[in-house]
């Protein structure tokens, strides 16, 4: 018999029911006792691997974007971006690449309803002949912080009171009273956006500024976006409580039923492409991830389409165990140097393997489906069966060797060791621009959410009433008066 023909797998089932360590079970519903009405036995093995086990069947819930839904398909390229980058998977048109996604909310739990006003996460994972991409962006194309160091501070701030388990507003606008740079970033939260219909109906965005190289070395700043060919759609407040009142994961419903039914959700993929020699000619940094790059001055470019057409296999496996990161990149993918991009390149390794374990990239839906060699030996939970009696490099009895060099970004860098701030913040400028856009009903329902939410809070203190109010009047004079009106008319100024 080959030991290793029949691994834990479905496919492998035998028709009578067994432990885990494959020998048969002849009752399954009675425990071991002393007698029909005894005490129960320790010595009932079954029993106690059966509790044990249930015992052990939840993993460490993700901090952020705990709630979410996965899905299977394909990404292919429709137009030619060659010149910009050597990434095989983006090496012409017609070329299919797998994928699995995962959409997401940000703070709240992973059993808490998807209609909660919340950045939505928007992951790609990329199985490419060159190993897998992580594209781990969001719904929204700006964010909070451009500094990862705030990064734990923020989710805190977002999360509930540790002392209460609630959600409060005083806690979130005493935060970000702080950090002017987050008004861009509650110009969408708190906008009609704030709450996407459901998942299919929902844009996503890098976020960050990535840099793509092709194969003479030129490098090219570049953000990614994803536009959804049925269109975006979002749920009023009103209609939020309706809709999470009858069906808590009716987004992750929505999607697994439009996919069930040959609905298969799509959505264009875009870029936006700058040279690097260019970041210095406007009032922003383009590496600021508080900031979108005007589409006037830099206009989308198609670059290909994804299909989702299969349903997870298995939820806990191809979800719960699902794991991304920005670091994961492929040869023409590089990171840029935004300070928020730079930690995430670290912390998400780390957050994984505190969650899943240091060899979580074993798992199925996160190893690549290329071949790998490296001597990356044993560990816990490491399941790789390695026959290699080498396994260390170099070395004259493997004929393993190191893979032919690509491109990769090679400007100089220099300067002293500091802890700073950007020089150009212009915190205010594009949401200010943003807030006019919108028609007075729009303005008036973001505004009614900034106070209502936030700035009206009992506990939302006079001190951080009169910063949130500069701060919006930076952005747009009539902002700053409309809040102010408000504010006055509620005896809270």
Not at 34 to 48: A, T
Not at 86 to 113: K, N, Y
């Amino acid at each position: 018999m080959d030991p290793y023909k029949f691994t834990a797998n479905s496919e492998f089932n035998t028709t009578q029911w067994t432990n885990n360590h494959g020998a048969p079970v002849w009752n399954n519903n009675n425990s071991a006792t002393v007698g029909v009405r005894g005490p129960i036995l320790m010595e009932d093995y079954q029993l106690m691997e059966k509790l044990a086990n249930f015992h052990r069947e939840r993993i460490p819930e993700r901090v952020v974007h705990a709630r979410g839904a996965s899905a299977k398909g394909f990404f292919e390229v429709t137009h030619d971006i060659s010149h910009l980058t050597c990434a095989d998977f983006l090496r012409g048109p017609g070329v299919q690449t797998p994928v699995i996604v995962r959409f997401s909310t940000v703070i709240h739990e992973r059993g808490s309803p998807e209609t909660i006003r919340d950045p939505r996460g928007f992951a790609v994972k990329f199985y490419t002949r060159e190993g897998n991409f992580d594209l781990v962006g969001n719904n929204m194309p700006v964010f909070f912080i451009r500094d990862g160091m705030k990064f734990p501070d923020m989710v805190h701030s977002l999360k509930p009171n540790p002392k209460s388990h609630i959600q409060e507003g005083w806690r979130i606008a005493d935060f970000f009273s702080h950090f002017p740079e987050s008004m861009h970033m509650f110009t969408f939260l708190l906008d009609d956006v704030g709450i996407p219909l459901n998942y299919r109906h929902m844009e996503g965005f890098g976020v960050h500024t990535f840099v793509m190289v092709n194969k003479e070395g030129k490098e090219t700043y570049v953000k990614f976006h994803w536009k959804p060919t049925c269109g975006v759609k979002s749920l009023l407040d009103d209609d939020a409580v309706l809709v999470g009142g009858k069906n808590h994961s009716h987004a992750t419903q929505d999607l697994y039923d439009a996919i069930a039914a040959g609905d298969y959700p799509e959505w264009r993929l875009f870029i936006q492409v700058m040279d690097p020699k260019d970041e210095n000619k406007f009032d922003f940094d383009p590496l600021d991830v508080t900031k979108t790059w005007p589409e006037d001055v830099f206009p989308l470019q198609p670059v290909g389409r994804m299909v989702l057409n299969r349903n997870p296999d298995n939820f806990f496996l191809e979800n719960e165990q699902l794991a991304f990161c920005p670091a994961i990149v492929v040869p023409g993918v590089h990171y840029s140097d935004d300070k928020l991009l730079q930690t995430r390149v670290f912390s998400y390794h780390d957050a994984q393997r505190y969650r899943l374990g240091g060899n979580y990239l074993m798992l199925p839906p996160n190893a690549p489906k290329s071949a790998y060699h490296n001597n990356h030996h044993d560990g816990a939970m490491n399941f790789l069966i390695r026959e290699e009696e080498v396994n260390y490099f170099p070395s004259r009895n493997d004929p393993a060797r190191q893979a032919e060099q690509f491109p990769v970004p090679s400007r100089n860098l220099s300067g002293t060791r500091e802890r700073g701030v950007i020089p150009k913040e212009n915190n205010f400028a594009q949401p200010g621009i943003r807030f006019r856009s919108w028609d007075k009903a729009r303005q008036d329902r973001f505004i009614d959410r900034l106070t209502g939410d936030l700035l009206l809070d009992p506990r939302t203190t006079q001190e951080v009433r009169r910063v949130w109010l500069g701060y919006l009047s930076q952005c747009d004079a009539d902002l700053g008066r409309r809040v102010a009106s408000k504010l006055q008319s509620a005896g809270a100024l």
